[in-house]
């Protein structure tokens, strides 16, 4: 580097070579030694101790240190240094050192500044390179344990290889989806799993026996992506007595609700007569036992249902299939089907004339929240008069109400006139 004295306001100008053979044009300011004057060189002699130093500091800001000047590149190098330049700066200000000295100091700041940056460019190179080896290695083992389970399985995989849908089937040969999503520091980090079951599923739970059944053997214990589907197919055997009732139900039955269930759910609502229905659940432990039942709909049609639940309720028997007990204790041939004559439009709503609401035509609140507790996708509001029992939604009913001038409300309850007979009917409003 040479530094040369520049134009008669004393500043230094010259070019900066660093030890990789780049230069760098740079301009040394001339520190300006002027002082302003304020009042008499000495100070007043009633001045105080306070105000001397005030009048001192004013002068000393009058001063304009050095500065060092260069261009977009050295600016950018030497930004993060700049406190060093200007101390740099300051002791050759104030020593009127050497230029040479000055280059130096300067040149070892350039060294310094150079060399970091060679360490940071190294570091982002090094990173990049993980970021594109980690994926490559991560995709590599997934596609390897994919291979080993068989790509028939697979029903989706993204493209990043981090969720799949596997196909499992159980031993009623029922084919259940397996959600698998892998984190990105698969297999150090377990996978998450999801799947249309009663229970959650958690990949510790997966780990060891189900209770009560037999440990897992030794064929069981495969790591991977195929250890978690054997392992899973283990777990489908603890819902496999719940599943055949249910599936017995299905297929003897008219289910109102739900209406396409999945394997996670573990109630039915049946149909029994015209706005008669019960709904059942279904335990995982004990699914031939005495199941929970609601009944729904007239209560003059619901009267002798309920008289021969109860009369008959002790003649259950835990040998026998939830339907074939259910049709003893109700004292039924059989379940009414979905074609039956006999039942007709009257399961339609008198209102909307629809058997099933959408779940968005149901009235909600702000936070998404259903508005209304008793609300119901099905016409469950059944009008007392036996001559009538005509089933309303309950939305459907409230509005109607509420367009009646004769409508009553007492809490929680609206008092209104049946749309079809005319006859007293109530609904409750949350």
């Known amino acids: 580097m040479v530094l040369v004295a520049g134009a008669a306001d004393g500043s230094l100008r010259g070019t900066l070579r660093a030890r990789d053979g780049r230069e760098f ?4 300011t001339a520190a300006n030694r002027q002082r302003e004057s304020y009042g008499t060189g000495n ?40 406190d060093l330049v200007d101390l740099r700066l300051q002791q050759h200000d104030e020593m009127i ?25 190294q570091g982002q190179t090094q990173a990049a390179a993980h970021n594109i080896a980690a994926p490559l290695r991560f995709c ?14 697979i029903a989706k995989v993204s493209s990043d290889m981090r ?6 089937h159980d031993a009623a040969g029922r084919e259940h989806t397996l959600h698998v999503q892998l984190p990105a520091t698969y297999p150090q980090t377990a996978a998450s799993l999801k799947a249309a079951v009663p229970e959650a599923l958690n990949v510790d739970d997966l780990a060891g026996p189900v209770p009560g059944t037999a440990p897992l053997g030794s064929v069981r214990r495969v790591s991977g992506l195929r250890g978690l589907v054997l392992q899973f197919q283990d777990r489908l055997e603890s ?51 005495v199941c929970e039942c609601q009944f729904m709909g007239s209560e003059s049609a619901l009267g002798p249902f309920r008289k021969r639940f109860n009369r008959n309720l002790r003649t259950w028997d835990r040998a026998k299939s939830v339907r074939a007990n259910l049709l003893r204790v109700l004292e039924l041939e059989a379940f009414p089907q979905k074609d039956a004559k006999e039942l007709g439009d009257q399961q339609e709503c008198g209102v909307c004339y629809c058997v099933r609401l959408p779940l968005d035509a149901l009235p909600t609140r702000a936070n998404g929240a259903q508005a209304h507790a008793v609300d119901s996708v099905l016409p469950d509001c059944v009008c007392p008069n036996p001559k009538c029992s005509r089933g309303f939604h309950p939305v459907c009913l409230r509005d109607w109400f509420q367009s009646l001038p004769s409508t009553r409300h007492t809490f929680d309850t609206m008092f209104g006139s049946c749309p079809y007979c005319a006859g007293p009917m109530s609904v409750l409003t949350a």
Request: hydrophobic share 40%; aromatic share 4%.
């Open 239 to 289: 819902f496999q007595g719940v599943w055949a009732e249910l599936d017995d139900l299905d297929a003897h039955a008219w289910v109102l609700d739900p209406v396409d269930p999945d394997y996670s759910i573990l109630y039915r609502r049946i149909a029994l007569a015209k706005h008669c229905s019960v709904q059942i659940r279904l335990s995982i432990q004990a699914p031939r036992s």
């Open 25 to 28: 044009l740079v301009c040394v």
């Open 97 to 121: 050192a050497d230029p040479n000295d000055l280059e130096k100091d300067l040149l070892e700041v350039l060294e310094h500044a150079l060399r970091d940056q060679t360490l940071e460019s």
């Open 43 to 82: 100070g007043d002699r009633n001045e105080s101790k306070d105000d001397a130093a005030k009048r001192q500091h004013k002068r000393m800001r009058a001063a304009r240190p050095r500065q060092l000047l260069g261009d977009a590149e050295l600016t950018k190098l030497l930004r993060p240094h700049r």
């Open 163 to 168: 969720a799949l849908d596997v196909l499992v």
């Open 140 to 153: 590599s083992r997934v596609v390897k344990e994919i291979e080993a389970l068989g790509w028939r399985h």
